[in-house]
């Protein structure tokens, strides 16, 4: 029986220090707005707007500007969406080596009740 808790102690021990021993990558990129989305997609719909109010442009090239100032509206969008959703990236490595020491853990614990169970009462004498 020692050497069966002493082995979960020591499963248990590594699993500890496999979770904090799993580097996080750095997020130093401070945030330029402090602004939420909906405040973010205000002041952009107040240029679209504003653009929709010009009069029509009156050559190809006042219309590529138009439009390629409607795509760097969207990519600000795009761009806002993937720092927000970035913020739960450093944590995904040590959560993911905890469930597999987890599962790791039960799978142990399991083969050790399966193998208690088939081997059936001990006899003696």
Do not use: C
Request: without cysteine; charged residues 15%.
């Amino acid at each position: 029986m020692k050497n069966k808790s002493l082995f979960i102690v020591v499963f248990v021990s590594g699993v500890i220090l496999g979770i904090n021993a799993q580097p996080s990558p750095p997020n130093n990129q401070a945030s330029k707005w402090s602004e939420t989305e909906e405040t973010i997609r205000g002041k952009m719909a107040m240029l679209q707007d504003r653009w929709n109010h010009l009069p029509p442009p009156d050559s190809v090239d006042a219309l590529s500007k138009q439009i390629e100032a409607q795509v760097g509206i969207e990519n600000i969008l795009i761009t806002y969406r993937q720092s927000q959703q970035s913020k739960w990236g450093p944590f995904l490595p040590s959560a993911a080596t905890g469930i597999v020491g987890f599962m790791g853990f039960v799978a142990t614990l399991l083969t050790w009740y399966l193998t208690k169970r088939t081997q059936g009462p001990a006899l003696n004498g």
